[in-house]
């Protein structure tokens, strides 16, 4: 008999389901988890802790014993491009780490394996003073020092600038500008035998996934890089990932043939290794992300996305024949080659993000830290359902659909559930099918969701991401409407119920289509964007000139920003919001949702308004995380009328009677 069977099932409204998945079970221990690394047998990452303020906290995994390598205060965490990413660096059991609050590289010598020797790092370069900071490093052992891209904010009266410098280990030596004369850098790699340097660079208005140029330059008897030479990228080219193999090749991703493909630089060319429709690269959102790397005998392991689900498998650096590793994870991220073993960040549909083991003589996977420590019932749990769906100009795009579920409760047989429209931030992102209890929240409580890779999302290719190209507020916005109009017809949801929520980029998409189609009854717009020209003329380095390509160069095409901005239009607007947003955000700065909180309390709308201080871009903070699910799912139980009997929080609702 199925749960939906089952005489204990009790009859209720969808949305007023009760749910052991609740936003204090979700945030009590869960962790980020992000930038792998290995070190002989250890095993590094860093997680994210909600319960300790959103700190970085460095771990190591040594016989099977999962350790914190620094206590608080300390914060492995780099603000470079703000997003961040590459923090450190390990090699011999000494940590190479930025600390969040002076952005300063230390050293901390981690090879005794006793913590309380971890407890003084020591500075290997000047702090925050300097105004510098400093990601993606690589150890040159050679000349006894670190190599790694610099954002030099001491000119506080232009943006910063970018560059790859050289730091001595010991701190001795003031650092060595190798490599400058671009707007952005990133991935320095030295070669095994310690004679070459390849690097990436970018130039406005482009971003890495635009594209991107792999120089590669001998190193001189002064440290120096010599007669850099260009291997491979451009404006229309965007490369990912270059990565020495054992013996000295270099390899990396290229998205020339519309496919982030791998490819490895010969005497005299470079030779693709897998073509495909596939995509082996990811957008270089965060510095040290990997794709690939090398098992001992030079054969590469690799992991690559097709039609939303990611797989990892073998290439034959001499037969180049893949041979895919069967594993039940659907999202792989982070790889990092040992010796006879990887790691990686897993997930699944019903499993939540986790740092995996896999034996690479074996195949024996073994999980070595969970995201998320809460348990439930599986038959609680909705399974992603990957859809592709019609949309505008005759095209498809994507999504995934998950089902209202809770194995106590069913609704009655006339009623269709209340539908919550996801849109990804960015928006040169991608939503994942990975066990995510913030989802899960939902479709418990008689929620369906649908998770839109929008056309603009990476996973499908480059001609999938360029349908964003000069239509930002309008591909995306539609493809959420075409999303919701699928499962309308498939009659999957109720039409008068259909709610669309995003954060950053996600929340400027649900803002534009609440303010320019009169389709969504309801909306929540986490940090998200309301007037285009703001984000265009206030905007931190790394994205300031990203309109140019989503909407047009500014202020040339003034116009239509202001033609795609909410804030302009709120005259149109008609539908109950929510806005939350940090008060320290510096990618979307809160007076973006203020102005929206402002013109719809004007105009008299159903709206509320949730800060938090101390939040940057991105809610880090347990009691913020917790706080603002309960309260989203308050309004929506205010602005539907239902009688939900776990919906908590009072929040102040302007003009909803």
Same mark, same amino acid.
């Given at each position: 008999?199925?749960?939906?069977?089952?005489?204990?099932?009790?009859?209720?409204?969808?949305?007023?389901?009760?749910?052991?998945?609740?936003?204090?079970?979700?945030?009590? =221990?869960?962790?980020?988890?992000?930038?792998?690394?290995?070190?002989?047998?250890?095993?590094?990452?860093?997680?994210?802790?909600?319960?300790?303020?959103?700190?970085?906290?460095?771990?190591?995994?040594?016989?099977?014993?999962?350790?914190?390598?620094?206590?608080?205060?300390?914060?492995?965490?780099?603000?470079?491009?703000?997003?961040?990413?590459?923090?450190?660096?390990?090699?011999?059991?000494?940590?190479?780490?930025?600390?969040?609050?002076?952005?300063?590289?230390?050293?901390?010598?981690?090879?005794?394996?006793?913590?309380?020797?971890?407890?003084?790092?020591?500075?290997?370069?000047?702090?925050?003073?300097?105004?510098?900071?400093?990601?993606?490093?690589?150890?040159?052992?050679?000349?006894?020092?670190?190599?790694?891209? %610099?954002?030099?904010?001491?000119?506080?009266?232009?943006?910063?600038?970018?560059?790859?410098?050289?730091?001595?280990?010991?701190?001795?030596?003031?650092?060595?500008?190798?490599? =400058?004369?671009?707007?952005?850098?990133?991935?320095?790699?030295?070669?095994?035998?310690?004679?070459?340097?390849?690097?990436?660079?970018?130039?406005?208005?482009?971003?890495?996934?635009?594209?991107?140029?792999?120089?590669?330059?001998?190193?001189?008897?002064?440290?120096?890089?010599?007669?850099?030479?260009?291997?491979?990228?451009?404006?229309?080219?965007?490369?990912?990932?270059?990565?020495?193999?054992?013996?000295?090749?270099?390899?990396?991703?290229?998205?020339?043939?519309?496919?982030?493909?791998?490819?490895?630089?010969?005497?005299?060319?470079?030779?693709?290794?897998?073509?495909?429709?596939?995509?082996?690269?990811?957008?270089?959102?965060?510095?040290?992300?990997?794709?690939?790397?090398?098992?001992? =005998?030079?054969?590469?392991? %690799?992991?690559?996305?097709?039609?939303?689900?990611?797989?990892?498998?073998?290439?034959?650096?001499?037969?180049?024949?893949?041979?895919?590793?069967?594993?039940?994870?659907?999202?792989?991220?982070?790889?990092?080659?040992?010796?006879?073993?990887?790691?990686?960040?897993?997930?699944?549909?019903?499993?939540?993000?986790?740092?995996?083991?896999? =034996?690479?003589?074996?195949?024996?996977?073994?999980?070595?830290?969970?995201?998320?420590?809460?348990?439930?019932?599986? #038959?609680?749990?909705?399974?992603?359902?990957?859809?592709?769906?019609?949309?505008?100009?005759?095209?498809?795009?994507?999504?995934?659909? /998950?089902?209202?579920?809770?194995?106590?409760?069913?609704?009655?047989?006339?009623?269709?559930?209340?539908?919550?429209?996801?849109?990804?931030?960015?928006?040169?992102?991608?939503?994942?099918?990975?066990?995510?209890?913030?989802?899960?929240?939902?479709?418990?409580?008689?929620?369906?969701?649908?998770?839109?890779? /929008?056309?603009?999302?990476?996973?499908?290719?480059?001609?999938?991401?360029?349908?964003?190209?000069?239509?930002?507020?309008?591909?995306?916005?539609?493809?959420?409407?075409? #999303?919701?109009?699928?499962?309308?017809?498939?009659?999957?949801?109720?039409?008068?119920?259909?709610?669309?929520?995003?954060?950053?980029?996600?929340?400027?998409?649900?803002?534009?289509?609440?303010?320019?189609?009169?389709?969504?009854?309801?909306?929540?717009?986490?940090?998200?964007?309301?007037?285009?020209?703001?984000?265009?003329?206030? %905007?931190?380095?790394?994205?300031?000139?990203?309109?140019?390509?989503?909407?047009?160069?500014?202020?040339?095409?003034?116009?239509?920003?202001?033609?795609?901005?909410?804030?302009?239009?709120?005259?149109?607007?008609?539908?109950?919001?929510?806005?939350?947003?940090?008060?320290?955000?510096?990618?979307?700065?809160?007076?973006?949702?203020?102005?929206?909180?402002?013109?719809?309390?004007?105009?008299?709308?159903?709206?509320? /308004?949730?800060?938090?201080?101390?939040?940057?871009?991105?809610?880090?903070?347990?009691?913020?995380?917790?706080?603002?699910?309960?309260?989203?799912?308050?309004? /929506?139980?205010?602005?539907?009328?239902?009688?939900?009997?776990?919906?908590?929080?009072?929040?102040?609702?302007?003009?909803?009677?």
């Amino acid at each position: 008999m199925s749960h939906t069977d089952s005489p204990a099932l009790h009859t209720a409204p969808y949305g007023t389901w009760r749910s052991p998945i609740t936003a204090e079970a979700i945030v009590a =221990d869960t962790v980020g988890l992000d930038q792998i690394a290995v070190d002989g047998t250890d095993i590094y990452w860093i997680e994210g802790r909600a319960s300790e303020q959103g700190r970085c906290v460095l771990i190591r995994h040594r016989n099977g014993i999962n350790e914190d390598m620094m206590p608080a205060p300390w914060n492995v965490r780099t603000r470079v491009h703000e997003y961040g990413g590459g923090a450190y660096v390990v090699a011999e059991g000494v940590v190479y780490f930025s600390n969040l609050l002076d952005q300063a590289i230390y050293r901390a010598d981690t090879s005794s394996g006793q913590a309380e020797k971890f407890r003084a790092p020591v500075a290997v370069t000047r702090s925050n003073d300097s105004g510098r900071r400093f990601a993606d490093a690589v150890i040159d052992h050679q000349r006894n020092r670190l190599i790694a891209v %610099c954002e030099d904010h001491a000119e506080t009266t232009t943006e910063p600038a970018n560059i790859i410098v050289a730091v001595d280990i010991d701190g001795k030596c003031a650092d060595t500008v190798l490599v =400058d004369g671009h707007d952005f850098f990133a991935s320095p790699r030295v070669s095994p035998d310690g004679k070459q340097l390849a690097w990436l660079s970018w130039d406005h208005p482009d971003m890495p996934w635009d594209g991107t140029s792999l120089w590669l330059a001998t190193i001189d008897a002064d440290g120096l890089p010599n007669a850099p030479r260009l291997i491979a990228g451009g404006r229309r080219e965007s490369i990912f990932q270059p990565a020495w193999s054992p013996s000295g090749e270099l390899h990396f991703v290229s998205d020339r043939s519309g496919w982030w493909n791998l490819y490895r630089l010969g005497s005299d060319s470079v030779q693709a290794l897998c073509p495909m429709a596939a995509e082996f690269g990811r957008a270089q959102w965060n510095f040290g992300v990997a794709t690939y790397g090398f098992a001992r =005998d030079g054969n590469l392991l %690799c992991t690559y996305v097709q039609d939303g689900s990611w797989h990892l498998a073998r290439l034959d650096r001499i037969t180049l024949a893949l041979t895919p590793i069967l594993l039940p994870f659907r999202h792989i991220s982070d790889l990092k080659i040992g010796d006879g073993f990887a790691v990686f960040i897993g997930g699944a549909p019903d499993i939540a993000s986790c740092i995996v083991r896999l =034996d690479l003589n074996t195949a024996v996977w073994t999980i070595l830290r969970r995201a998320v420590a809460f348990e439930v019932d599986q #038959a609680y749990l909705s399974t992603a359902e990957a859809i592709d769906f019609p949309t505008a100009n005759n095209l498809n795009a994507h999504a995934f659909f /998950y089902a209202p579920r809770n194995r106590d409760f069913k609704a009655g047989t006339d009623e269709r559930a209340p539908l919550l429209v996801l849109n990804h931030g960015g928006p040169t992102s991608t939503a994942s099918p990975t066990l995510n209890f913030s989802i899960q929240f939902w479709t418990s409580r008689g929620f369906a969701v649908v998770d839109v890779n /929008y056309g603009g999302s990476t996973g499908y290719g480059r001609a999938y991401r360029e349908r964003l190209y000069g239509q930002w507020g309008v591909v995306d916005v539609e493809d959420a409407i075409s #999303a919701a109009r699928f499962l309308v017809e498939r009659g999957e949801v109720d039409a008068d119920r259909l709610v669309i929520r995003g954060s950053s980029a996600g929340g400027y998409t649900t803002l534009a289509a609440l303010t320019f189609h009169d389709y969504f009854k309801a909306g929540a717009s986490y940090y998200g964007v309301s007037d285009l020209e703001a984000l265009a003329r206030d %905007c931190h380095k790394f994205e300031s000139r990203y309109l140019d390509h989503l909407i047009g160069p500014y202020p040339a095409e003034r116009a239509t920003y202001q033609a795609r901005s909410p804030i302009h239009h709120v005259d149109r607007l008609a539908a109950p919001l929510v806005l939350f947003q940090g008060l320290e955000d510096k990618v979307v700065p809160p007076n973006q949702s203020q102005m929206m909180f402002d013109a719809l309390n004007k105009k008299k709308l159903p709206v509320a /308004y949730i800060t938090f201080a101390g939040e940057q871009h991105g809610f880090r903070r347990a009691q913020n995380i917790k706080h603002a699910l309960e309260a989203e799912f308050y309004f /929506y139980a205010r602005v539907f009328g239902f009688a939900a009997d776990d919906a908590p929080v009072l929040i102040d609702i302007k003009n909803l009677s």
